[in-house]
């Protein structure tokens, strides 16, 4: 700041120009940036909400379609009789096996135990993180282990194709019903996408599948798979037994399928108003994905490079996969890495290619959604990366899902930082064009400046007349001539403001004298602040009038402080013959104190003459007003002597004032004397107990009709020839 002061005033015009200049360059272009920035982020979240809106659309459509579909697919009679003929066979394995030489348990057993061991354990070992038991797994009864010999273990088509197989060369019953219906269904699961189809009797045994897994021809209700999400689901539609209805249940890891993720819808069959059993349909996790990635048309959908639009569940966990697995699953695995996501989780995420229940979504956008809140915020996604998220809750029963459109805020704001960059450019040109242009103006806007200090420094030198001179170089009629001409007023000026402070200093300390005492008064001028001090021998006097309360009520504001004035003016006066110091009033009480600036050898009995004239002051008050006896005022008075303190308290408001001792028992005296009478301090009493006539009063004093307890612990004394009798009608 000292450097700077130091500059000529070129220097700072040449500074304040381009201060100035560039202060409305950089407010010019940060309105513009922040507007720009406010106009793309508004359409970047309208973009988003209406991709989301979109595929929000289409999910809870498609979900609506299979409901209604699945509910049109239990109701058909085809699908009635396929689970009526397949539930029948089913049972006729169970109680009448078959014990032909080529059917006999020896002969399917083994194979069907190497199937497990060699192709569904392993499998399913490696996407668990664990070893699985065979005998957990393997089917019990007689009728499951014959059909998933016949159609998975003997099967001769691979896993996922076991589907294809339609009638083995068992000459059971049951693969003639499996050849009359399987192309029915087979044909169904493969026009409409679904991953697999299930029917399941009452009890819950599943005696029939599309795709041939390891829950085919097990049961729901006990064995390997009795706590799947599929089992809960036959469950709670078993115990609807309602027609037109259908129940979803939401993705988990699904033990046939080697743990991937699966979700289910299940309908009731009924036969007449006989329910006969569930209808369950695996739904397809590359449906959901391709409704939420456009086909994986991501750009198509308006999402640019780096938007995408995913599910999240309750648990916060995707339902369908991510943009960045997609295209490049190495790079989102190391970001997950880098986010200390655990290696089974990217174990998991690497075996099923799917983020689906590995995902983990715990982001502000997504916590709203879930609470049943839509909106668009920047937020940081699962990658924690900086997103423009737009979010809303799915309307789909019995799924509490959200869904999430995003696009990275990087790639969203590349249009203003581009902008960003072309106004930096832009502001460097025009601020080197406005520093030229500010050096040249500076130059002639501080040519007349120089006349007018050499003018001024000839005034300095005492040339007075220097003054016409320069209303003739610079009578240019602008500021610079205005100014030269009025040096003269401002001299003149100067000499009447001078003239003016000295009378207002002698005002300021005539004011002061007439608050403080002489000796406080001076300290206060000289600056003192912190005043005070200790005083001896003095003598403090409290009163307090009586009766002016109920002499108030009946007077006017202005009458009140009318006779308060007078009295206490009447007091000031009587003051000065005896002196007494006035140190301050509180409504209709006055402290007065002798001794304090002047020393009095006889500061007692000035203080006792001052109070006898308060008692003739305060009759003659009375007289004068023809106050009635009710209604006049009277006096009470404390006087002590002693030690005290004086000093000036406050810094807004000063207040002179006195403490101690003997200013609280004059206090507690004046409180403690009957009315109409002076109550003195024993050592008070001592001294002028030849020259006055006083009478003890101890313990307790009769005032208003009340005892008053003397706060000195010895006897005080009253002066007897003046006491008058208490009146109990004065307050």
Known sequence: MRSLIQFSI???????????????????????????????????????????????????????????????????????????????????????????????????????????????????????????????????????????????????????????????????????????????????????????????????????????????????????????????????????????????IDFEAYTPSYGAPAAFIATPIFNGSEFIGVLAVQIPVNEVNNVMTGNRNWESDGLGKSGETYLVGKDYLMRSVSRFLVESPKEYLETLRSLNVSEKNLDRIKQYETSILEQKVETDGAREALAGKQGTKIINDYRNIPVLSSYAPLNIDELNWVIMSEIDLAEAYEPIYSFERQLLISATILMSVVTLLAMGL?????????????????????????????????????????????????????????????????????????????????????????????VSNVAVLYSELMGFGKLSASLSDRQIVGVLNDLVSSFDEVSERYGMEKIKTIGDRYMAVCGLSLPYLDHDKRAIDFALEMLVIVRRFNHERGLQLNAQLSIRIGISSGDVVTGIVGKQRLIYDVWGETVNAANALMIACPIGAILVSANVYHRLEDLYDFEPVGGTAESNGKANLVPLGTIAWCLKSIQQPARTDIY
């Open 10 to 248: 070129k220097s700072k015009l040449i500074a304040m120009l381009l201060v100035v200049s560039s202060s409305s360059i950089i407010v010019t272009a940060y309105i513009g940036y922040q507007s720009g920035e406010s106009n793309l982020t508004s359409r970047v979240f309208k973009q988003l909400t209406s991709v989301r809106a979109s595929k929000a659309y289409q999910i809870e459509s498609y979900f609506k379609t299979l409901r209604n579909h699945i509910q049109t697919i239990g109701d058909n009679p085809t699908t009635i009789a396929a689970l009526q003929e397949f539930d029948l066979n089913y049972r006729l394995l169970e109680v009448k096996p078959i014990t032909t030489p080529d059917k006999l348990p020896d002969r399917y057993e083994p194979k069907l135990t190497e199937y497990y061991r060699n192709q569904f354990l392993p499998r399913l070992s490696k996407a668990e993180q664990g070893t699985s038991m065979l005998d957990f797994f393997k089917p019990k009864n007689f009728a499951s282990r014959y059909l998933q010999y016949h159609y998975i273990a003997a099967n001769s088509n691979p896993v996922s194709k076991k589907h294809i197989l339609n009638k083995p060369k068992d000459g059971s019953s049951y693969s003639v019903v499996h050849a009359k219906f399987h192309p029915i269904f087979r044909s169904i699961i493969e026009k409409f996408g679904y991953y697999d189809l299930f029917l399941i009797n009452p009890e819950g045994q599943i005696v029939y599948t599309v795709y041939k897994e390891t829950d085919f021809a097990t049961n729901l209700n006990q064995g390997a798979y009795n706590e799947t999400n599929l089992a809960r689901l036959v469950t709670q539609v078993r115990q609807e037994k309602q027609k037109d209805y259908a129940r979803l």
């Open 442 to 534: 500076a130059y002639l806007f501080v040519k007349p400046i120089a006349q007018l200090i050499a003018g001024a420094r000839r005034v300095e030198a005492g040339n007075m007349d220097a003054i016409a001179q320069l209303d003739t170089h610079l009578d240019t009629g602008d500021e610079f001539g205005e100014l030269a001409k009025s040096f003269d007023d401002i001299v003149n000026s100067l000499r009447t403001q001078t003239d003016l402070v000295e009378a207002k200093n002698l005002e300021n300390e005539q004011l002061l004298l007439s608050i403080f005492p002489t000796a406080i008064a001076k300290r206060l001028k000289r600056g003192e602040k912190n005043i005070a001090e200790g």
